[in-house]
């Protein structure tokens, strides 16, 4: 892990970027942390520099709580080596959406599988690097999309004692499976009026976890239309279990 | 409105009992109010008694919070009169699901409909009495069920500004009709694993509000297994809209 730039922002949180291998990446720590700060992993689409003034404001908000922030680069993602069969799978999606088809789960498969099973390992991995820093130690949440990262890295991951995941769409069936297998405390946020997204399978995903703990926030509001209020209730969340 | 009866919790909270013609209440104001506090009406399914103690949780909880909380014997319940037509209605229901079968519409109609029509009104006639005394005057939410209250209230009367509602079933069909003229922000508590709750007509119901700012916050468990930090987000969610 090789820290490429380093800067403070105005409410004191260190933002720097790293790269780990090919992977780039942004810690933030907050301005103020004594004790090793919780951390907690922000997932995303992909593409860290469109997605960046979403997952600063995100950090800034939980290292307002204490929390440390962290997030990588997708595989095939902005500045990474795009991947022809995910391309192809892209744009198959692409293609069945804009006719108002249904998205056969074998599309799904094909453009979501390779993709958990290829970022899962970075995510853990960046996860050693982390934690091997002197500021870092303590508990450590996921928070956000892609929802079958989440679910995954839920279940291998035994450093994550806490997951806060953003309910999405295009769900490989097996991940359904992988669900029951979860038993960390979950939040689960779902905009009820998403058109991107499948109301039904976000509920029956819901209700597959095997988490004792499990709570779902629906909101009114499309894809991006997150209550910020949101946010504090994630804190808070994260608060209960990692602190 | 007479007061019967007073006392000042622990906490400092001041509980008093009153009567309003026959209908008893208790009203609980924060120990340390200066300006007018807010009121919010805490709804329950009736038998003032025996849901004492979980009404004087709640109440003690939002007067830390700096709210009033106010309730009312529902008609029929405690010691009100009975009334013959809902204790046959209540007898058929009780039949029907020891028998395991469906409960008809009609039977439902039959239970919440005339209760709604009697309830209204008296919770109407009680936040005037209440809202008359000195220490109050403030804005008003409802939190609690009995839904169908809490949906025809939240329909007709404009001093009710938020609404935090439990999640039942027994919802008279006509009662999704008022839910789509429901406009004030609303919480919707469900209880995923409820089995006396029919957890689809819960959502159904949660879709059919007119409300431009809705959440639910679905929570594992059966009907008394609401978490403890939904309390605090209701007290948040109250602050939000009353404060």
Do not use: C
């Amino acid at each position: 892990m090789r820290f490429t730039s380093e800067q403070r922002l105005d409410d004191g949180v260190l933002e720097r970027e790293f790269t780990l291998g090919e992977i780039p990446g942004i810690l933030w720590t907050p301005g103020s942390a004594s004790a090793p700060a919780p951390l907690i992993l922000l997932g995303h689409p992909g593409g860290l520099h469109k997605m960046y003034p979403r997952l600063v404001a995100r950090a800034r908000h939980s290292a307002a709580e204490g929390f440390a922030a962290a997030t990588i680069e997708l595989p095939g993602s902005g500045d990474r080596p795009r991947s022809a069969a995910a391309e192809e799978a892209r744009a198959d999606l692409r293609r069945a959406l804009e006719a108002g088809e249904p998205v056969d789960d074998e599309i799904v498969d094909r453009l979501v599988l390779p993709l958990v099973e290829k970022a899962v390992p970075e995510w853990r991995t960046a996860l050693d690097a982390l934690l091997s820093l002197p500021e870092m130690g303590g508990p450590v949440g996921y928070a956000g999309g892609v929802i079958a990262i989440g679910i995954r890295l839920a279940v291998v991951e035994p450093r994550i004692s806490a997951a806060l995941l953003f309910a999405g769409s295009f769900v490989p069936r097996i991940l359904f499976e992988e669900a029951r297998q979860v038993t960390i405390p979950l939040q689960v946020l779902l905009q009820w009026d998403d058109e991107g997204n499948d109301r039904q399978l976000a509920l029956d995903l819901f209700d597959a976890f095997g988490s004792k703990e499990k709570t779902l926030h629906a909101n009114m509001g499309g894809h991006t239309g997150v209550p910020q209020f949101e946010g504090d209730d994630g804190n808070r969340f994260f608060a209960r279990h990692l602190k």
